[in-house]
Each structure stands twice: as C-alpha cells, then as structure tokens.
C-alpha cells in the first residue's frame, strides 16, 4: 500500500462523518446552554474580537442561580467596544479597552441561533456550530475584566488593524475590501455585490487563504534563507515560524488552518530529511481538523477546501494524461497555481523535446515556449476540471446550480493571483502603494470578465440540491474510474512485458528475457524503440480519455437528474404568513408568499427553496389579497427574479372591483409591469388544467363589492395527481371520488388565504354547490355504467344468466356501499389550509362541516404577537375530528403525491 497513512485517516474520517448523521448532525443544540432568550451571567476569556463583539471560550454560565459549564464558544455582541465597565476604583482609557486572553464577566440575553425550517434555507446554527459557537449573548455590558492577556494575539491583532487601515488608503473602497477578504481574512469586510459577482461565476474560492499564499510567503522565506546562507533545516523553521504568526494574525479558517498544516508537515519531512506526500498530508490534516470540530465534516469550507486538492491529485491526472502517484509526488514539490502547469509540462515534455531535439538555435527557444504555453493551458484546464467535478456534489448541496462557464473563467482568472497577492503584500509597504495599481487593474479585470461571462447564454445552471444517494453513487463512480485507469494501465504494462513486472521494479531486469536479450545490443536500436515505445503510449492516452469523459458524462447526469416521480405540495414556513408552492411535472405555482415577523421573505427563504427544487421558472403566481403578510415576498420576486435566475409567467389577482385594482394593487402591478410579467384578474369558476393539476377557482365573484380584503381573498380547490401513476389507479380515481376518499396518487387541497366573515360564507355556498355538483355527476356515472351492464346482458348467452346474475348483485352491492358513504360523508378535501393563520373570526362550524376536511394546515409564527392559532379554532377543528399542524411546530410541510398514496411529513419533524 502506498499511501497506510492517508487510508487511515481517511477511513478515520468517514467513519466521524456516519457517526455524527446517525447521531443527528448540525442541529447546534446542547446541554450545556440555557433555553433561548434568557438573562444570563457569563464568565469566559476573550477568544477573539472585532469592533463589534467577541468571540469568549473557557465559558461559565449562571442563569437562574443555575451553573453550565460549556466547551465551545459564544459569541457576544457588544455596542462599542470600549464600554464603561462597572469596577471598583477609576480606571484609566486603556483598562477599558479589552484584549484578546482577557477574563472578562459580563451579563446579557443568551439566545441560539436560528435554525433552517424550510428546505433549501440557510441554517445559521450549524454554520456557527462548524465554527465551535454554540450560541450568543445579546446587549452584552461587560461587568468586570481581568489584567492579563495574551501579549502576542495582542499585538498581531493590532498589527492587522495597522494593515487593514493601509490597505483602504491604497485601493478604492471596492477592491479594499477585496484585499482585506483575500490578505487578512477579513470576510466581513467584503462588498455583497463582489461576493455575489463572484460566486454567481464560480470564482469566489480565489478569496480564502490558502495554497497559494503559503507559495508566496512559506516558501519564498524559505528560499529566501536558503540564499542567505542559512542551513535548510533553519530556513525550514524560519518559514514554518513565519506562517504561524501569520495564521494566527488572520484567524486560522478552515482553508488558511489546512495550507499552513500541509506546509508545517512539508517543512518537518525537510528537518528530519523525510519524503513529504500530499494526499498524506492532506488527509492528516483533515483528521485533525474533525477531531478538533466533528461539525465541520457539513460545513462547506471543509468541504470545498479538501474537496479542490483532492481533485487537483485524483481527477486531474485523468485529464493531464499523468499518473496518479507521478502527480501527487509532483505536487509535494511545487505549491500554488503554477504547480498545475508545471507539472503537466514536467509529464509532456521530455517525449516532444526528443522528438525535437534536432532543433538549434532561436527555433529551439521559441519552439520550447511555446511547448510551455501549450502546456500550461492543458494542465490548467485539466486542474480546473478536477477540482470542479470532484466537488460539484459539494456545489449543488449547498448552492443547488452550476456555473456553467466557471472552468473557462478560471483559466483567464487564476494565472493572475500571484500578481495581485504578491502586489498586495508589497502595496503594505510605506512608499510603495503605487503598485496596488496593478492590482486595481486586475480586480476591473475580473469584474469585467464576470459581467461578461454572466450575460453569456445558459451561464447558469439551476440543478436543485441532490438525494444523498446520487451523491453517493457519484463519488463512487469517480473512485472507481480513477483506480480502475490505474489497475488497466498496470494490466497493460505486464501485456507489454510479458512477466508480472513492470519498469520500476528492482527485478525486472533479472526476469525479462527481452531486457536479457537487449543488454548487448546497440544503444541507438534501444532509443529508437523507446521513442516507439513513447509514440505509442502517447497515442493510447486518447481514446482513454474518450471513455473517462464519457464515464464522467453518465455519472454527471446521474448526479443532476431528477428522479422525483412524484408531485408535491409544500406550505412554507415564513413566519407570520402564508406561502405554498405546488409542484407537478407540468411546472411549478405559487400561492402567496409574505411574512410580518420575518424580513427579506423573497430572498431567505423562497428564493433558496425554489433553488433547492431545481426550479427558475413559476408557472403562475397568485397573491389571495393585498396583506403584507401575503405579498412581500411575491414583490421580492417581481424586482429580483431576473437576478435571482427565476421568472413568473404569469400574476393572477382576485377580480374585485376595476376601478379599485390599481389603486390595492399598486406597488405589486408596478414591480409585475417593470418585470415584464402579464398581470390576470381570476374569479369564481375560472379553472387551470393540465395533465397533472386541477385548479379551480371558488372565491370571489367577479367584480366583487366586498370591502374587507380578508373577505374577497382568493380561494381555490386544487387536486394534484402524481407525475407518474399505476393504471390501475387511474381507473379506480372517479370511484375513489366517489367514495370520498384520496384516490391513490391524487389529493385535493382547499387554499383559502384570510377568508373570513361574508366571504367564508360566500366560500360554504360554493363548496356546497359544488358537492352538489359532484354528487350529480356520480349519479350519472353510476346510472351509465348500469345502462352499459344492462346492455351488454342482453346480449349474453342464457347459459351465462347465473353468473350474470351474480355480477348485477354484486354491482348492486357497491352502488348502494358508495351511496351510503357518499350520505355520511358528503363533500370532503384531503387537506384543508386554515384560513388567516388560525383566527378565531374564520374557520367556522358550518364551513368545517361542509368541507369536511380529513387533516388541516395552519401556517402562523411562532410566539407571534397575535395569539395565532385561536383557541376557538382549534376546538372546532377537535369537535370536527380533524387533526392539524401548524408551520410553527413543524416548519415547512410537504405533502407529496405518487402513485403509492400520499404522505405529509414536516422539515424539523417533529412530533
């Protein structure tokens, strides 16, 4: 085995990772913390700090004379670092100031993070759970703070302040921020529209700390020593000394922590004159990195960070042409983006220029450049290719698209990050800031180039997140074709040599009887047939690459297609509101979507779920009446939906009065004009079709003169079928219908936004009528299939009377048990949505009766101001024996419909 060590740890890791799911991963919660929003008094030592809070470990907690002793981290928010702090005796202008290694006391709110309840949301707690924070201090004042501290973080500290404020001397206020993300890990400091430029293009990794500024600062200092004089195991020390001062400075990420790691295990193979490995180190650092913080196996720096060097040493020999263990051991050598095209030009090389030695003079210069060039852009290009699709799993479980253009985008991005990091370095020292100009140029450069590339057709791909099991079976497929390549080239070597070994092996030339044979030949005949030898190698590199891409083509398709065969109806969780996505093979519809206790509702949560669901466009958006609560996050979607990558085909609003539309209506009708968006008025007996959806519009009456908007929301029925349904159940559906019960792959849900008052009642009419309606329709289909039977008995032989007999009889049997049913239960829906977020004014005993609904669904806030759902409610919806869940309990609830029944499951799930 070549690698025990980095097996190891790998299997070390994997065996973490499937612990912590089986255990419930990223939920943040711990028995160490108090319950969320209660005063609490704190005693911990200053871990960090900003201008704006700190970051305390070593925690001790009282709250409500109750003690926890807490191992992780909390974040404290405070309103001016220099706070008055209560002690006894004055205290000078400096005292006041808190440094880092402090023992401090102080008192606040203790509150968690808030935690995804919607599919595809951001989930705050467990990105600060991958950081160690388990929670934070709200209003934080400072009551008393110790006189020691940690003189070194100190220092730097205030050192990277001093380079902070230089660099936003030198650069405008744009590519300052840019400099201070890229130099001193300053995240917070980066500007929203370049973070999102950049990430939009698939160049937002260029930003983290990490290979190649250990290039540029480890090993320049430690080539720099060298030079100097200084033996190599002193210029080892000195540049391992200096990239610890440094990651300490600039705060240890994830991918800083993993560079300067590798490089510390590079520097020590040098002092104790051993080998250093890459993907060993690579994998030591990870172990290391997960036992220190097990939360980080989920978070999506770890991921990408190892994800892209492991695709540089798997993947990219795959295109490259080299070989896995060849490349690793190169890698080993050379740090930073030019080890790609070095490396590749190491491989490529020596064959072409013995192909062309006979070249002399200028010939033989330019012909080596552009040799160089050439291959320069193959290793880049075969680099890019790697790290993308070894972690495009990675992309779409936490982004949900594809960049389609990013490996282009690298290729004209990457080769100019020495420049700009070297430029930057220099541009912090006094009197040379003129060269930040440079850099200035460059970062235009990359703006330009990213609009650019953005305006380009299809530069985005909207993929939706993937099941665990398609990820799975993708790297799966990537480590099998990667090992697979190197046991056929092994199995090729020995074909070619006739014995089981191959070149390399201290053996061969004792036990190959062509190696006997070619001792005493001529030493030209030998070069030839190696130049041969080569040609043909060279050539079998093709169609091998041909049948990888292929391979990687089907296994990309595996990892994006959607395999959902079924159609579902989500009701989001955006607070104190309403918001429903349904969802078929046809297309996708909105039903409201608004929120008064949750701010920017487009943007958290609708936006991510459609992304999650792989969805950027929506059928048809409809908004029940004009109540924030309804509508902000619909007007969200009508101003950014272009930049958000999603469109609305179509707008419906209820049908009230023409010369009232505009004036109710205004912001939204504005916002729909300017998007381009055809505005529709729906009114009762309006209906949508198509294979998979019925929509059918119950509420209100055209021109309505209803004065509340609760009264003239809109209301519909909607039945949903699955996308793909058993003959059988098709056939069985009118009987199911008529029986009142949920026809396999059907269910029928009854939307009624904030119905209340003249329009529930309204609403009980039409459902009324059509139960009615319904119930005609039944008679009908019962009496023509009587008619048929009584047609085709004619028609029988009388030997068959006996057994036709029996059929009739039968048939008898079933219309009298479905009329039966049809008198007990009447009309009736699968899921109710209960009106104005449970209010006590809606959802009367009449209308309970007459929709007769077997589960309901309350979407309100939790703790919200307005006692949603009422008690009134909720004991006529016990009366009527429907049991419900409430978003507030449960988060988003999905309902999904295939063809083996129906199932309603909750994000948070729980009980």
């Known amino acids: 085995m070549r690698r025990p060590l980095f097996t190891v740890c790998l299997c070390l890791v994997t065996i973490i990772a499937i612990m912590r799911i089986l255990a419930g991963v990223g939920t943040g919660e ?42 992780g981290k909390l974040q404290c928010e405070l309103e001016n670092m220099k706070t008055a702090m209560i002690t006894a005796g004055a205290v000078t202008e400096e005292e006041k100031t808190l440094k880092i290694g402090q023992q401090i006391v102080l008192e606040g709110t203790f509150a968690l993070f808030s935690t995804a309840t919607n599919p595809g949301e951001f989930d705050a707690q467990a990105y600060y759970a991958a950081k160690g924070i388990g929670g934070r201090v709200r209003k934080a004042q400072i009551l008393a703070a110790g006189e020691k501290y940690s003189f070194l973080r100190e220092k730097l500290y205030g050192f990277r302040q001093v380079l902070h404020d230089r660099l936003a001397e030198v650069f405008p206020a744009k590519e300052a921020s840019v400099m201070q993300t890229l130099l001193l890990g300053e995240k917070e400091e980066l500007d929203a529209e370049v973070k999102a430029l950049y990430q939009k293009n698939g160049i937002a990794h260029i930003l983290s700390i990490s290979g190649l500024h250990i290039t540029l600062l480890g090993m320049g200092v430690y080539r720099l020593l060298k030079r100097l004089g200084l033996p190599v195991r002193a210029a080892a020390v000195g540049g391992a000394m200096l990239l610890l001062i440094y990651g300490v400075m600039v705060g240890m990420s994830v991918s800083a922590s993993r560079a300067i790691g590798m490089y510390l295990l590079q520097m020590l193979g040098i002092f104790v004159g051993r080998t250093y490995d890459m993907l060993t180190g690579l994998g030591l650092m990870a172990l290391l990195l997960v036992l220190q913080e097990p939360e980080r196996l989920f978070d999506v720096s770890f991921l990408m960070s190892f994800g892209a060097v492991l695709g540089i040493c798997i993947l990219t020999p795959v295109f490259s042409g080299g070989c896995w263990e060849r490349d690793a051991d190169a890698e080993s050598e050379v740090k930073g983006i030019s080890t790609w095209f070095r490396t590749v030009a190491d491989i490529l090389g020596d064959s072409a220029y013995e192909r062309n030695k006979y070249r002399e003079g200028w010939r033989k210069v330019a012909y080596e450049e552009i040799r ?140 190959t009887p062509w190696c006997l044979i070619t001792r005493g030949a001529d030493e030209s005949i030998r070069n030839r047939k190696r130049d041969c030898k080569g040609e043909m190698m060279h050539r079998n590199r093709v ?21 959902d065969c079924g159609s579902r109806v989500t009701f989001l969780d955006v607070g104190q509101g309403d918001g429903i996505v349904v969802e078929t093979g046809q297309g996708a519809y909105l039903f409201d979507c608004g929120s008064t206790s949750r701010k920017n509702i487009g943007e958290y949560v609708l936006k991510p779920y459609l992304k999650s669901r792989g969805i950027s466009s929506l059928r048809g958006v409809f908004v029940s009446h004009p109540d ?60 949508i079709r198509d294979s998979q959806l019925r929509l059918l519009c119950l509420h209100p009456e055209e021109n309505t ?19 793909k349904m058993k003959q ?136 919200n101001s307005y006692g949603h759902p009422h008690v009134e409610t909720l004991q006529r919806l016990e009366d009527a024996r429907v049991p419900w869940y409430g978003t507030m309990d449960y988060g988003a609830l999905t309902v999904t419909v295939d063809s083996h029944g129906n199932r309603l499951h909750g994000y948070l799930r729980r009980k």
Not at 54 to 61: D, E
Not at 543 to 563: C, D, K, Q, S
């Open 628 to 687: 924030e609560d309804h509508m902000n996050g619909v007007l969200e979607l009508m101003e950014n939906g272009e930049e958000w990558g999603i469109t609305a085909e179509q707008l419906f609003l209820p049908a009230i009065r023409e010369s009232e539309r505009r004036e109710t209506f205004e912001q939204l009708l504005a916002a729909a004009e300017d998007a381009g968006i055809p505005v529709s008025y729906i009114k009762y007996g309006d209906e």
């Open 30 to 71: 711990d028995t160490g913390l108090p319950p969320d929003g209660s005063p609490v008094k704190i005693t911990g030592r200053i871990d960090t700090r900003s201008s704006e809070e700190i970051i305390l470990k070593s925690i001790s907690i009282i709250q409500n004379d109750q003690e926890y002793s807490y191992s």
């Open 705 to 723: 003169t209803l004065a509340d908007a609760n009264a003239y929301s809109e209301c519909f029925y909607v039945e949903v079928f699955a996308k």
């Open 372 to 511: 160089r060039m050439v291959s320069a852009v193959k290793g880049g290009f075969a680099a890019s290719v790697g790290v993308i699709l070894f972690t495009l799993p990675v992309q779409l479980w936490f982004f949900y698209e594809i960049p389609v253009y990013s490996v282009l985008l690298n290729l004209l991005v990457l080769p100019f990050m020495s420049a700009v990091v070297a430029g930057g370095i220099l541009s912090l020292i006094p009197g040379l800031g003129i060269v930040g100009t440079v850099d200035c140029l460059i970062l235009w450069w990359y703006e330009w180039i990213c609009e650019r590339f953005g305006e380009l057709p299809g530069a985005v791909w909207c993929v939706g997140q993937p099941e665990r099991w398609q990820i799975v079976c993708y790297y799966a497929g990537i480590f099998l074709l990667v090992f697979g390549r190197k046991y056929v080239e092994a199995w090729k070597k020995r074909g070619t040599y006739g014995e089981e070994n191959v070149p390399g092996d201290r053996l061969h030339s004792a036990r």
């Open 728 to 863: 059988e159940a098709i056939d069985d559906r009118k009987a199911n219908d008529a029986s009142g019960a949920s026809a396999i792959g059907k269910i029928s849900i009854l939307l009624t936004g904030d119905v209340e008052g003249e329009g529930e009642r309204q609403l009980t009419q039409k459902l009324q009528a059509l139960q009615e309606s319904q119930a005609l329709q039944e008679s009908q289909s019962l009496q023509e299939s009587r008619s048929l039977q009584e047609s085709r008995s004619l028609q029988e032989s009388r030997s068959l009377q006996e057994s036709q007999s029996l059929q009739e009889s039968q048939s008898l049997q079933l219309t009298r048990r479905l009329q039966e049913q049809r008198g007990q239960r009447k009309f009736r829906v699968d899921i109710l949505k209960v009106a104005h977020h449970g209010s006590g004014y809606s959802t009367g005993t009449e209308f309970l009766t007459t929709a007769s609904p077997v589960t309901a669904i309350i979407s309100c806030g939790r703790n």
């Open 543 to 563: 169609p091998h690459l041909i049948a990888a891409v292929m391979i990687l083509g089907l296994l990309i398709g595996l990892l994006t297609g959607n395999f």
